[in-house]
């Protein structure tokens, strides 16, 4: 039964080449008969943007040393909890972290547990070479990260734990970001975002950034989690413990903040621009900023006679859901 | 009463049993005092006649001596025995006198001519609403506005104070008044009904030939009693169901048949309201589909069944009509204000009602059969004189919202752009934050308690306060507020709406009074206004919440300034006119 959806999974490339994809599951098959419903694989999704970091208020290394701690409770609560970290950068994302295959021997220093300097040392190298990957486009100057990329690779891990076999942690994705949205990214991330719908896994996010990020509040709102934004930047540890760490069977007891309200916006599929208002192809939904005569996406022909002849006016506009 | 005062000669005691100090007993106009002969004595009295509530006084003819009993409110008595009853019937209409008159006196306090129970229903009103004490206090007590002009505008307050006070009407006895039963003895054939005057009312308004039988024969042919009599025993021919009987004890009496025979004044009523229908509606059409005069068909009641018999169709009453005529008396509600001792009187009042509905129905249904069988077509178009409605090109709206959008958003990424590092800066402070962590170790204690504990509090407020979010989005903004902020704007939200009705319902001046209010009021608002502008710099986190519930009241208040503005700018204008007075 444990090898079985290896066979599946060998040679896939997102994994961390490192490892022996054996051992992975290997460490999974203990799940056949002990597991409960309060059993968490937690993916968290950092974002290591070098530019957001720079210019935030609270310094990256105190967010580490709270993240952490968080990651170190969350391993703590349950024994059989996994903690998978995926580092979110500005060219690049990676997994920096994963309880199930890191073995915690030998590293450990007399300021660090095994979790953090595995983990930092992991950090550097994808802070390297996210940094030699920015150099090819130096001058593009993105200031979001890439957290499609991220959600991605999240979902993709967690679709890999749904097929190992019928007793898996219940997965969900924790996303603390800072950066603002990428408009560029919309689709895709909205793309990620109804397929965590439809897996059922929530994504929950903890924005430290100055706005609210409208990206991580639909995808918490549509997926179920939390979002939240805290205001306290120094105690934000105390947020991870008190809402991010708790599992979704017990989220099912207890009052979680619920987000006042949500930034529906979304970006066109020309400029990449979020708008209140625009168009939308009647085919395949995709929405635009300006009045094409054909779709991009789906290549239909817009009717044109119509416009010609009536105002600007009574063109066909239609609002998106706000 | 003329004189003021009364003097007499009296006994006074403590209780009925006492014998009694003799003494004189002195009545002004608002106070009676008693001196005993005995200055040694003890029982004095001094009291004054608004501590009365009750007077009684012993008859003249009964064995009794002539007592004058007053009560206070609080049920002591206290007891004069007089010498004579012509000295007690001084006595007693002096105090009648006195008494009407203290109870009359409150109400000339103040010069706003209130009574006391106004004065009460005030206290009251702002005992039960601590909002309203709250206002009451800030805008009365603070000198803003007089006592009359806060109550003006609660006017309707105090009214529905009043009308929550009148009594209750009481509607019509919902039981069946036919089911009247006779008691019987047991030992003799006679059978007993108990009539109440309610029972009587009921009866006359059920059945208005039995009124006007009553009216008809009581004094004059009959006794009440031997009227009634008849009445039951045409009840009690009706309750056996045997029409033949009914039909041959009718013949036999000229007086009882007016009972048995069906109502010719409910007839004439029923036809009258047919009349009332929707003169297009065909009710003959219906007639067809009343099939209760067929055999097998009819309501059991009292166990048997009511089966029509045709030769006595005169006699026969259904249960059905008993039970419509019962429902339509008992939704006319009780239409007559008498007493009901009086058979007669409430006869001849109900007798009355009945008359005055009848008007000039014949040309109201003409009238609605014309309008009713108008074809629109035929008529000419009804004209409504109207204004077009004018909708600017709501692209300007929308295009309008697009470049705020996109404002804001080039805002944020300016924003960004402004502090952007070049990328080795950046990576460069990001892997030494990561060293620095590596070298110095995870902080401990991670979180301060102090910062726990607020971050606690943020945490449990913020849950709180979205707890109704699903349910009322309307007050969520508010509820989102810690609650002493809310409670402040609250209140001065209701203070702005006092400050402003009064301010608007004060133009135009026309008067110095109106005049002086109106800066009053102003100097009201602009403190108010200020106020607003304290909370929402007090509470900058909530900065947004807060102004978008200010912003409105500021809004409401800036009006007012402005017109106020704008008002003393004209009267200054026209003041070089007229310098004296307001126009």
């Known amino acids: 039964m444990a090898s079985a959806p290896s066979k599946l999974y060998t040679g896939s490339s997102f994994f961390l080449s490192d490892k022996n994809n054996t051992h992975v599951f290997h460490s999974y098959s203990m799940f056949d008969f002990v597991i409960a419903d309060d059993v968490s694989l937690l993916v968290v999704l950092m974002d290591t943007n070098p530019f957001f970091w720079s210019t935030f208020s609270l310094q990256f290394s105190d967010f580490l040393s709270h993240v952490l701690t968080f990651l170190n409770s969350i391993l703590l609560l349950n024994q059989l909890n996994q903690v998978v970290v995926i580092a979110t950068g500005r060219n690049s994302c990676g997994y920096i972290y994963d309880s199930s295959t890191t073995s915690d021997h030998g590293l450990e220093t007399g300021t660090m547990p095994a979790l953090s300097s595995n983990l930092l040392l992991k950090l550097e190298e994808f802070v390297d070479k996210d940094e030699q990957l920015g150099k090819v486009d130096s001058e593009g100057a993105i200031a979001s990260s890439l957290l499609s990329g991220s959600l991605s690779m999240a979902l993709c891990y967690i679709q890999r734990v749904f097929r190992s076999g019928p007793l898996h942690p219940q997965p969900r994705i924790l996303c603390l970001h800072g950066s603002p949205d990428g408009p560029e990214q919309y689709v895709a991330i909205m793309n990620a975002i109804f397929s965590a719908q439809r897996s059922m896994v929530p994504i929950d996010s903890c924005y430290v950034g100055s706005n609210n990020s409208a990206f991580l509040q639909q995808a918490s709102y549509i997926t179920g989690g939390v979002y939240y934004k805290p205001p306290q930047l120094d105690g934000i540890f105390q947020y991870f413990s008190t809402i991010f760490a708790t599992d979704l069977h017990s989220r099912t007891f207890l009052r979680l903040p619920k987000s006042v309200g949500v930034d529906f916006r979304a970006s066109c599929f020309c400029h990449k621009q979020t708008i209140d208002m625009g168009y939308i192809c009647s085919v395949c939904l995709s929405i635009f900023c300006e009045h094409h005569k054909k779709c991009s996406t789906c290549g239909s022909v817009f009717g044109q006679a119509q416009a010609d002849v009536l105002s600007a006016a009574n063109r066909k506009r239609k609002t998106l859901d706000t | ?583």
């Open chain 2, 1 to 583: 009463m003329s004189t003021g005062q009364v003097i007499k000669r009296a006994k006074y005691k403590t209780s009925v049993k006492d014998p009694g100090t003799p003494g004189v007993l002195k009545m002004t106009e608002n106070k009676i005092v008693f001196r005993p002969n005995d200055p040694s004595s003890g029982t004095k009295l001094d009291m004054e006649f608004r501590f009365i509530e009750k007077h009684k006084i012993t008859k003249e003819g009964s064995n009794k001596p002539p007592w004058l009993n007053l009560t206070n409110s609080q049920g002591q008595s206290y007891i004069f025995e007089f010498e004579s009853f012509p000295d007690l019937h001084v006595c007693r209409e002096f105090v009648g006198n006195a008494l009407a008159k203290s109870e009359d006196a409150p109400k000339v306090v103040s010069d706003e001519q209130l009574s006391t129970a106004d004065l009460q229903r005030r206290i009251k009103l702002l005992q039960e609403d601590s909002e309203l004490q709250k206002l009451h206090k800030q805008f009365v007590i603070g000198g803003v506005l007089t006592e009359s002009e806060f109550w003006a505008t609660r006017k309707k307050l105090l009214d529905i104070d009043v009308s929550r006070k009148s009594k209750q009407l009481v509607g019509f006895n919902n039981s069946m008044i036919l089911d009247t039963k006779p008691t019987s003895d047991g030992r003799t054939n006679k059978v007993t009904f108990n009539l109440t005057p309610e029972i009587k009312y009921q009866i006359f308004a059920l059945k208005p030939a039995v009124r006007q039988a009553f009216l008809k024969f009581v004094p004059s042919k009959m006794t009440e009693k031997d009227f009634w009599t008849k009445y039951f025993r045409a009840e009690y021919l009706h309750s056996t169901k045997n029409a033949v009987a009914a039909a041959a004890e009718a013949a036999e009496d000229e007086e009882l048949a007016v009972f048995l025979k069906d109502d010719e004044i409910l007839e004439s009523e029923a036809r009258r309201k047919i009349r009332r229908v929707d003169p297009t509606l065909d009710m003959e059409a219906d007639q067809g589909d009343d099939y209760t005069h067929l055999p097998d068909h009819g309501i059991f009641r009292d166990g048997s069944k009511e089966i029509s018999e045709p030769q006595h169709e005169l006699y026969r009453r259904t249960l059905s009509q008993d039970l419509n005529r019962q429902g339509a008396v008992v939704l006319e509600g009780r239409t007559v204000d008498v007493e009901l001792e009086d058979p007669r009187t409430v006869a001849e009042a109900l007798a009355r009602t009945r008359n005055e509905s009848i008007g000039n129905t014949e040309q109201g249904r003409l009238d609605r059969i014309s309008q009713m069988t108008q074809i629109e077509d035929l008529q000419t178009p009804q004209d409504h004189p109207f204004a077009p409605l004018c909708i600017k090109d709501p692209r300007d709206y929308f295009d309008s919202q697009q470049a705020n959008a996109v404002k804001t958003l080039n805002d944020s990424q300016a924003k960004f752009d402004r502090c952007r590092l070049s990328p080795e800066e950046a990576y460069g402070s990001l892997r030494k934050s990561i060293y620095k962590i590596k070298t110095v170790g995870l902080s401990d204690p991670i979180v301060s308690p102090e910062v726990a504990l607020m971050v606690l509090n943020g945490l449990t407020q913020n849950i709180s306060s979205t707890k109704s979010l699903g349910k009322n989005s309307q007050e969520s903004v508010l509820d989102r507020l810690p609650f002493a902020t809310k409670e402040e704007l609250l209140h001065h939200w209701v203070s702005s709406q006092e400050l402003l009705r009064h301010f608007w319902s004060s133009y135009p001046i026309t008067t110095p009074y109106l005049y002086n209010k109106v800066s009053k009021l102003k100097d009201a608002m602009s403190l108010l206004y200020s106020k607003l502008e304290e909370i929402k710099a007090a509470r900058s986190d909530l900065r947004h919440q807060v102004s978008l519930i200010v912003h409105p009241m500021q809004q409401a208040i800036e009006a007012a300034l402005s017109h106020y503005d704008t008002d003393m700018r004209k009267r200054a204008a026209r003041g070089a006119e007229k310098p004296n007075g307001y126009v």
